[in-house]
C-alpha cells in the first residue's frame, strides 16, 4: 500500500462547479498535512496546511479526518485558473522533516 | 527576497557522464532536500540534509551523491550510474526542519539524456 494514496483523476468540471479531492495515507503517526498545487512544468506550491479542527482559505476547505487516515480538500466555485495537479502531502514524525507526496489529482476546469 | 534558486533550468546529459545540479537558497533554513518527478508521477525523495555536513539517503538515492558544506547550498550530482535520469529535479528547503511548515520549492532543473 502506498504511503499517500490519491485519485488521480482528471477531474473535469464546469466552471463555478464545487470538487471535492480526498487522500488517505498509510501511517497513522502521521503528525502534519498539506495541500500544495502544482501547475504544469512547474514546481509544487504550498497551498495550504491541513488542521485537525478543519480550516478554510477562501474557496478552500481543508479536513481532517486522524481516525480514518483522511484528508480532504474541498474548492467551491471554480475557476478556470484552478486547473492544475493538487498533491496531497504528509509529514511521518515529528523527529525529521520529510514530506511523502501523492501522485496527485488532476484538475481541469472548463468554461 | 529571499528564496530558494535552481540551476540550470534545463540539463543536456550524454551517456556516461557525470552532471552537477545546483540548488542555493538564501532563507537560512537548515533542511534541504532533492526529489525527482517522473511524468505523471509523484515527487521520489534522493537525499536530504537537516544541517551542515549531514544528509541522508532517501527512497531512490543509488546513482546519485550530494554535499552540504554550507548551509546556503546543497548539490546534486547525478552519476553515470544512474540508469534512467531523465527527470524533473526538485531542490527544497524547510525550516524548521520538523515538517510542521511544509517545503519552499526551488523552480527545478529538467534533465534530459542525450
Known amino acids: 500500500r502506498k504511503e499517500v494514496e490519491q485519485d488521480p483523476g482528471p477531474f473535469n468540471v464546469p466552471e463555478g462547479a464545487t470538487v471535492a479531492f480526498n487522500c488517505t495515507y498509510s501511517n497513522s503517526a502521521s503528525q502534519s498535512f498539506f495541500w500544495y498545487r502544482q501547475d504544469c512544468r512547474k514546481e509544487p506550491k504550498l497551498l495550504m496546511s491541513?488542521?485537525?479542527s478543519g480550516n478554510e482559505d477562501g474557496r478552500f476547505t481543508a479536513q481532517l479526518n486522524r481516525a480514518s487516515q483522511y484528508i480532504s480538500l474541498l474548492i467551491r466555485d471554480s475557476k478556470l485558473s484552478d486547473s492544475a495537479t493538487y498533491l496531497c502531502?504528509?509529514?511521518?514524525?515529528?523527529?525529521?522533516?520529510?514530506?511523502?507526496f501523492g501522485q496527485g489529482t488532476t484538475l481541469q476546469v472548463k468554461p | 527576497d529571499g528564496g530558494i534558486t535552481q540551476s540550470p533550468k534545463y540539463l543536456f546529459r550524454k551517456e556516461g557522464q557525470n552532471v552537477t545540479l545546483s540548488c542555493e537558497q538564501n532563507l537560512n533554513h537548515d533542511a534541504m532536500y532533492w526529489y525527482r518527478q517522473d511524468p505523471g508521477q509523484g515527487l521520489r525523495l534522493i537525499y536530504y540534509?537537516?544541517?551542515?555536513?549531514?544528509?541522508q539517503k532517501g527512497d531512490i538515492a543509488e546513482g546519485y551523491s550530494v554535499s552540504r558544506e554550507k548551509k546556503e547550498s546543497f548539490p546534486l550530482t547525478v552519476t553515470s550510474a544512474q540508469k534512467n535520469p531523465t527527470a524533473f529535479y526538485l531542490c527544497?528547503?524547510?525550516?524548521?526542519?520538523?515538517?510542521?511548515?511544509?517545503?519552499?520549492f526551488g523552480s527545478g532543473t529538467r534533465l534530459t539524456v542525450v
Open positions: 491541513v488542521y485537525s
Open positions: 502531502v504528509v509529514n511521518l514524525s515529528s523527529n525529521t522533516g520529510k514530506l511523502i
Open positions: 540534509s537537516q544541517i551542515v555536513n549531514d544528509f
Open positions: 527544497a528547503s524547510q525550516d524548521p526542519g520538523t515538517g510542521a511548515y511544509g517545503y519552499t
